[in-house]
């Protein structure tokens, strides 16, 4: 759940970009680094490892203030895509307040995207995260590449979950910024529903995707 201070008029929101391995989690936070230029930006803090980009996590935080004077601070976070690292995923993923599920486009992949997007569901049922009313994005990535599952497919078989779907070549920075602008669209529905960011704190959707403007 995000973090409100009313005294030190400051919202923090966690966002979590979850999926198998070698989906692309980390370049999708590097390409935001790279071509977000609506608010102030941290440093990528990314641990590399052999065999997985991603051992513990990722982070980017990114802030803006408010016309309320709030400030708003988003932190992205990765997970490990391998299975090994499963209770590290737990961890990363608790008390999210939105997850981009990055998904492998490539034939041949749809287990390893059933089995981790499975793994989501189940690790969130642990934390108590309502799942049903999480904020939620799946990024289809790597189109880029030649052998890729139609969009035809994969809409066919993603689509009747009602969860939005972007379809993204992070390599070439191509659907990271869509994709971050949908979940934080959604973020911040879910969050004012909960916190009444608008007529409690003067948080505007407006602010949120202020974050998202890009190069």
Not at 49 to 74: H, M, Q
Not at 99 to 128: H, I, M, P, W
Not at 168 to 195: H, N, P, W
Request: glycine share 8%; aromatic share 8%.
């Amino acid at each position: 759940m995000a973090e409100i201070s009313e005294s030190g008029k400051k919202l923090t929101v966690k966002i979590v970009y979850y999926g198998p391995a070698l989906s692309g989690k980390t370049t999708n936070l590097i390409g935001l680094h790279d071509q977000l230029t609506g608010g102030e930006k941290g440093e990528l803090m990314s641990l590399d490892t052999k065999g997985d980009r991603t051992l513990f996590f990722d982070l980017l935080p990114l802030s803006i203030t408010t016309d309320s004077r709030f400030r708003v601070v988003v932190k992205l976070f990765t997970v490990p895509g391998q299975v090994a690292h499963d209770a590290t995923r737990k961890a990363v993923l608790s008390r999210t307040d939105g997850v981009v599920f990055v998904a492998d486009s490539q034939t041949g992949q749809s287990t390893n995207n059933a089995e981790s997007f499975e793994n989501l569901e189940n690790n969130c049922r642990r934390l108590g995260i309502d799942f049903s009313n999480l904020p939620l994005v799946v990024q289809f990535n790597k189109r880029d590449l030649a052998s890729v599952e139609s969009e035809e497919k994969i809409i066919e078989t993603w689509g009747p979950s009602g969860i939005p779907i972007v379809f993204a070549s992070a390599l070439q920075g191509k659907g990271v910024v869509e994709t971050f602008r949908t979940v934080m669209a959604l973020c911040y529905l879910r969050l004012d529903e909960i916190l009444e960011l608008s007529s409690a704190y003067g948080i505007h959707e407006k602010d949120f995707l202020r974050l998202c403007n890009a190069v």
